[in-house]
């Protein structure tokens, strides 16, 4: 078993000093230095004036420095999902200081003043915190938790799973700014007396390399569990001490490869922001979830499934944006999102079903539709082929592809609510928190495509995307360049590098200059050009190179950064 759990209250109380806490930057620390640097910065955030503070920073140990001295200094904490210059520039709009790593604007632990702090512990029903969450509009959803709400929340994932847990250590590959991260990566391991690795991995491989085999527990995403493939380390997998993964439901063969390979039962858990906590489920076979302790699950009298919860703000029935089927044994199946059902023409329709339709098609490995409003509704189809559907893409290309999905869906769909974008993918694009990429799929259906190529396939990775392109010859660019002999100018083809590069990655240093730019070959209306992306995240330069079959046309890096 673990060491004594700490109330969250108690946390940075200068109680069990020798207890290890967290593994930063290649050092053990413990309870005793944890203390020593909440009190350092809360000493100097009690000599600031401004109340309300929004904290990023992708390090869970100077994360949970900052967090704990603004609790303990009185302040209001709000923890943002990204810190992209534009949340940035609108919270700072809304009279937030910004603290810890924001884009451009590193903001390091506050330096200590001779301030003296009155060191109590904090009250669980007054000490907050403020999440977002995706609203239906489109907009974050504000999401108030008191220290009582999430103290409740871990005492139930410590009665739940603490035994087999034991001494664990906490390893990650998603984000504490969202809850799922939060209390499994960072609250949970520090107030039940586990430690934690403050490095956000990646990946699972540097990942199980700073383990080094020492007893860890992972906390993941169904997005990464669902791209371990024949190259992972299972061997070292099946040294979790448990697997868990939470955002969305994880595919059944994902979770039937995991447990075959390493005998891993990847424990799944399903919830919300709003909500925290509601069930978990780790059976193959047995796709029914079962309630945490003092969930309970109702029906209204118009069908809607209520929840009533500790997590909740108060004893209130909170009703679920989920369609749920409740099973007489207390366990209860999925079925998908109230919220997927949208009108187009004034025709109502479910995308789950939609969705499930298209996978229906031996090409189609899986589907996610959207609804774009702009002057008008239409549906948006974002596509991961079979290997028999690359295979027809290949050999009969995208129109034909387009033609089969659509006489399929025909059958049971009214042709008005029939997708009118399509794009196809390798995977789905995620974001860290391995949910879907919704800004990033809309963007990409909302090109104009009198300025940018049609978008034929697109392979995304971690620094580097594929995309494969025909050069429709409609373009803008190709009039007047030149009369008779129309030519893609090269600084066409600069620009879509750099607007590509800023869509799929973080860039958000000031461009400096170009390197090693060539022109090889023309670019020609109707050609089709793959073009390769690859972003450095440690020299800020961006290469890339559009190339068609047999040659490179042209290639090149840009660089970003501050100047000196």
């Known amino acids: 078993m673990c060491a004594e759990p700490t109330p969250l209250s108690r946390c940075a109380l200068p109680a069990h000093p020798e207890r290890t806490l967290a593994v930063h930057a290649g050092q053990i620390l413990d309870r005793r230095r944890f203390c020593a640097d909440v009190a350092a910065a809360a000493s100097a955030l009690q000599c600031r004036t401004q109340a309300y503070y929004a904290l990023y920073h992708e390090d869970a140990y100077l994360f949970a420095v900052l967090l704990f ?47 003296n702090i009155e060191w109590h512990a904090l009250s669980p029903a007054d000490t907050q915190l403020t999440l977002f969450t995706s609203g239906s509009n489109g907009r974050p959803k504000v999401i108030v938790k008191t220290l009582l709400q999430l103290q409740r929340e871990i005492d ?137 302790a003092g969930i309970e699950l109702s029906r ?58 298209l996978t229906q098609s031996d090409w189609v490995e899986q589907a996610h539709c959207l609804l774009l409003s702009n002057r008008r509704d239409r549906i948006a189809a974002a596509i991961v082929l079979t290997e028999s559907g690359l295979e ?36 789905l694009p995620m974001t860290r928190q391995g949910k879907i990429d919704h800004a990033l799929l809309r963007q990409l259906f909302s090109l104009d495509s009198a300025r940018y190529p049609q978008l034929l396939y697109c392979r995304i990775a971690i620094n580097r995307a594929v995309l494969e392109f025909r050069i429709q010859p409609e373009l803008v660019y190709f009039d007047g360049h030149f009369p008779g002999m129309p030519i893609l100018p090269g600084v066409t083809q600069l620009a879509w590098a750099e607007h590509y590069g800023k869509l799929f990655f973080s860039i958000e240093q000031p461009f400096l200059t170009m390197e090693a730019v060539k022109f090889k070959k023309i670019i020609l209306p109707d050609a089709l050009i793959k073009m390769t992306l690859e972003w450095r995240t440690e020299s800020g330069k961006l290469y890339f190179d559009l190339s068609s079959i047999s040659e490179s046309h042209s290639s090149g890096r840009m660089v970003y950064g501050a100047r000196s």
């Open 69 to 115: 001295a603004l609790w303990h200094s009185d302040k209001k904490v709000i923890i943002p999902g990204n810190n992209c210059p534009a949340t940035a520039d609108e919270l700072a709009e809304q009279g937030y200081v910004l603290i810890g790593a924001w884009q451009g604007r590193e903001s390091p632990l506050p330096s200590p003043s001779e301030a």
């Open 156 to 292: 139930a994932l410590e009665a739940q799973w603490g035994r087999l847990l034991g001494e664990s250590a906490a390893a990650a590959t998603v984000s504490h700014q969202h809850i799922y991260g939060l209390l499994f990566r960072l609250l949970w391991p520090l107030a039940s007396g586990r430690c934690f690795h403050s490095q956000l991995f990646l990946s699972p491989e540097p990942m199980l390399k700073a383990l080094a085999g020492q007893p860890a527990y992972w906390a993941a995403s169904p997005a990464q569990l669902k791209r371990l493939d024949e190259l992972t380390a299972w061997d070292q997998l099946a040294e979790f001490s448990a697997i868990f993964s939470s955002g969305g439901p994880l595919p059944p063969d994902a979770a039937a490869q995991i447990e075959r390979h390493c005998g891993q039962r990847v424990i799944e858990v399903y919830g919300s922001s709003e909500t925290g906590g509601i069930a978990w489920r780790c059976s193959v076979q047995d796709p029914r979830w079962t309630p945490f």
């Open 300 to 357: 209204s009298e118009n069908g809607r499934c209520l929840l009533t919860s500790p997590y909740l703000p108060d004893a209130s029935a909170y009703p679920m944006d989920d369609r749920i089927v409740l099973h007489d044994d207390g366990r209860f199946s999925l079925l998908g999102r109230i919220d997927r059902i949208v009108k187009v023409e004034e025709k109502r329709l479910s995308l789950d079903a939609l969705e499930n339709a």
């Open 392 to 427: 027809a893409l290949r050999q009969q290309g995208r129109a034909a592809i387009f033609k089969s999905l659509r006489r399929q869906l025909q059958r049971a769909f009214e042709s008005v609510v029939l997708p009118r974008k399509w794009l196809f993918f390798d995977a």
